[in-house]
């Protein structure tokens, strides 16, 4: 459902940054199979305590946010590894939409209520794949969920190959819902399937007749795909959004790694100021695996100086 979101408006619009790293290592929360969607019951104060700088700040500098749910790890396979049924898991998820809206509102904050759809698979690797038409099937219990409660859109986060990311983008046409995908990359540049960046978009983008709303690239340091958006080409133009890692490790070293790499915030902000004059539509800045309010707060004052 290609549609004109509120956030394509030509400026630059904050998301958060790693949700999971920074309640377990930030907070000493443990988060079984790294899912922070269980903290909707019994443990909201958590997410307050995430979401509630970063809301701070886009009050305090005007920025208008996409708030993710937390919600990457509330689909069927995962839910069900963590004891929960099919109608918990839609349960959570609307849950999650209310949650982050009327966290915004209470804040006072222009929000974009974003339902953050995670992989099937780990999210680092590619594992076992799935047909498109499968993707659609799997992702639907998720994104109707979503699109039900009310969010605004809904993103595939983390896609590691590209039948899937059609997947989340049939499941919300079909739930009514816009989406975008986020793709990873490994160091060189490339999804964990192998395939080029530039190649994923175009094919996600020649399978659904570009219905993807756009598109972004998360889970990965600049550095790993800076020398991909200097070689051009017209799927840039579909290239809209960035959550990157603090961290240059690659995602083998992170998924091994005990202690968390925060890397240099103002580094950090530095690159994505490189990244902006790259991508001539970039529109949403926020962080991914270990990144926190510090990085967004130090990124979004590098792209929209007081």
């Known amino acids: 459902m290609r549609t004109t979101l509120p956030h394509l408006d030509g400026k630059i619009w904050m998301a958060d940054g790693g949700l999971e790293t920074s309640i377990i290592f930030g907070q000493g929360v443990d988060l079984p199979d790294f899912a922070a969607f269980p903290l909707l019951d019994g443990g909201r104060r958590h997410l307050d305590d995430y979401y509630g700088p970063y809301l701070r700040h886009a009050r305090r500098r005007g920025l208008g946010m996409v708030v993710d749910t937390p919600t990457w790890r509330a689909n069927s396979d995962w839910g069900a590894r963590l004891g929960f049924s099919r109608e918990a898991l839609a349960r959570l998820n609307r849950a999650s939409v209310h949650y982050v809206r009327e966290s915004a509102e209470r804040a006072g904050v222009e929000a974009v209520i974003n339902g953050a759809i995670g992989p099937r698979g780990d999210g680092y690797v590619v594992g ?63 999804l964990p399937s192998g395939q080029a ?15 993807a709303a756009y ?8 550095t790993h795909f800076r020398h991909v958006l200097d070689e051009g080409g017209r799927w840039l133009e579909r290239i809209r959004g960035v959550r990157a890692n603090a961290s240059r490790a690659s995602h083998a070293e992170l998924d091994a790694a005990e202690e968390l790499d925060r890397g240099d915030p103002r580094e950090l902000a530095d690159d994505y100021a490189s990244l902006h004059r790259a991508i001539p539509g970039l529109a949403v800045v926020g962080g991914c695996c270990g990144t926190d309010h510090e990085h967004v707060a130090a990124i979004t004052e590098a792209l929209v100086p007081v």
Do not use: K, W
């Open 197 to 211: 960046l530039p190649d994923a978009v175009e094919a996600v983008d020649a399978a659904t007749g570009s219905e």
């Open 215 to 222: 598109f972004m690239v998360n889970c990965a340091h600049p």
């Open 128 to 190: 076992a794949t799935m047909s498109a038409a499968e993707a659609a099937r799997y992702h639907a219990l998720q994104t109707r969920a979503l699109a039900e409660a009310g969010a605004h859109m809904v993103t595939g986060v983390t896609m590691t190959h590209v039948d899937e990311a059609i997947g989340v983008v049939e499941a919300a046409r079909n739930a009514g819902i816009p989406a975008a995908i986020s793709f990873t990359v490994e160091t060189d540049g490339r």
